[in-house]
């Protein structure tokens, strides 16, 4: 428990899933909570809008077996009833051709690859996943690992335009410890050779609300539309400048991204130069509506970096249709660089590039049966982990000061899971001050 002499008053910046966990936490503690966000809604990369009048995220999203600090939250929530497991499907679409994928009876059928290609894919997969260690993983960028043992094919054909299109530029650089991470988490979230990944009805927008209501009824103050533009430290206090005018507390948590955090204060030149290293990817989804289904299968992984999407996203043929008054909603990915041209283009001009190019992944798509069409970008989606990189740590250099971002997951991937497990982490060790 946190100490009566340290029930500080908390400015926490961004109503985020991490943000949200660690104000409930310092809340239950009896610490007073201002949460800041200029967003006009919690959730951050959880935002969501509807479809045949239920909730679904602008963005894919699910969740594993092994995601034990989410599920531990939802029950505390109680909200596990609207967590459901269920079996996904996945494929690969290479060479013009569109393959089932992810279990060992596809990677037979799998003809890109050769047979000894395949056995390579199976224990370079098997190797990463079960007997890597993380401290080994981290010293190799993913593409030197795979060419030097003899695992260059699979390199190649499967992972290379996979990391072209969720890194651009940086795929070369990507250490092995980012893969490991995927693998490891996706590996234990199995049932035999089937994969059983986590959905929340009502999408994980949910999980947002009912922490806002949490923090509302322990007297939490959360103060949407309200962008931080300064922090600065007076004495032992910080002044909280914002748009909507000041605001004094005795500590700080910031969920905000690298670039965003490096603005928002006067660092020392050390620490602007390792905040201007941390980078990030930027996502762009664009959310097929229509009344059938397109593919037979969840999860489809381009392996072709002329297509401008990286991952195909069916979302009904994961949660029911009949979820969103049996609308089907299929989600077409990319990452890019924030100022890749394309980034900048219009939504109508996204919408006619994915949809041509959807055309050579499945000739039978028609647009004219596709009743809805939405664009949502995020910046900062995905951050960027080359080798040699160097995680941040929760506690900055200012005392009282703390930040916790998708870039502190590490050696994870960002996901919802790590987001409250940080802030989980973060309030366990404030209390032992
Ligand atoms: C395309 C995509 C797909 C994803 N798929 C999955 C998935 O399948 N499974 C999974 O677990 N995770 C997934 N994620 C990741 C997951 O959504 C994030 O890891 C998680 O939501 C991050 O939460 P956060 O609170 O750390 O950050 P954020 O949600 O980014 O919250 C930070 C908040 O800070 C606010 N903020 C920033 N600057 C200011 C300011 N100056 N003033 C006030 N507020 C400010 C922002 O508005 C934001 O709300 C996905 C993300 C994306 C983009």
Not at 118 to 126: G, N, P, Q, R
Not at 321 to 326: M, N, Q, S, V
């Amino acid at each position: 428990m946190i100490q009566p002499e340290n029930k500080k008053h908390y400015a926490i910046i961004g109503a985020g899933v991490a943000g949200l966990t660690a104000a409930y936490r310092l809340l239950q503690q009896g610490c007073q909570v201002t949460i800041f966000e200029r967003s006009p809604f919690v959730g951050g990369q959880l935002a969501t809008t509807t479809v045949g009048g239920a909730p679904i995220e602008h963005y894919y999203h699910h969740t594993f077996t092994s995601d034990e600090d989410m599920l531990q939250l939802c029950a505390e929530l109680g909200i596990t009833d609207k967590i459901l497991w269920l079996p996904t499907t996945m494929g690969y679409f290479s060479q013009n051709k569109l393959y089932p994928f992810g279990t060992p009876k596809s990677i037979l059928t799998f003809k890109p690859l050769n047979m000894v290609a395949k056995a390579a894919f199976v224990i370079s997969t098997l190797w990463i996943t079960f007997l890597m260690k993380p401290e080994y993983a981290e010293k190799n960028t993913v593409k030197d690992w795979f060419v030097r043992h003899g695992f260059g094919r699979v390199w190649d054909i499967i992972w290379k335009p996979l990391f072209q299109l969720k890194f651009a530029a940086d795929a070369d650089k990507i250490s092995l410890i980012w893969l490991w991470g995927k693998l490891h988490t996706r590996g234990t979230s199995r049932s035999g050779s089937k994969e059983v990944l986590a959905y929340m009805k009502g999408s994980f927008g949910a999980l947002a609300v009912a922490l806002s209501a949490k923090i509302d009824a322990l007297g939490g103050d959360v103060r949407l539309g309200t962008s931080l533009q300064k922090i600065e430290k007076q004495g032992d206090s910080f002044v909280i400048t914002t748009d909507k005018g000041e605001c004094v507390v005795d500590a700080v948590i910031s969920t905000q991204a690298a670039n965003q955090i490096l603005a928002s204060y006067d660092w020392s030149s050390e620490m602007r130069t390792y905040l201007e290293g941390l980078t990030y990817k930027s996502a762009i989804c664009v959310m097929v509506v229509s009344d059938r289904a397109w593919f037979d299968r969840y999860w489809i992984n381009i392996g072709d970096d002329s297509l401008p999407f990286g991952g195909i996203v069916e979302h009904t043929n994961f949660m029911s249709p009949a979820e969103y008054g049996g609308k089907h909603v299929m989600y077409l990915s990319r990452y890019l660089d924030d100022d890749d041209p394309f980034f900048a283009l219009s939504d109508q001009a996204i919408v006619d590039a994915f949809s041509d190019a959807l055309s050579r992944v499945l000739p039978i798509f028609d647009r004219t049966k596709v009743q809805d069409i939405r664009v949502f970008r995020q910046k900062n989606a995905q951050p960027v982990v080359p080798q040699g990189y160097i995680p941040p740590t929760m506690t900055t250099e200012v005392p009282g000061f703390y930040w916790i971002s998708t870039h502190h997951t590490y050696p994870f991937d960002r996901g919802i899971n790590y987001a409250i497990r940080l802030a989980n982490r973060l309030v366990s060790d404030l209390s032992k001050v």
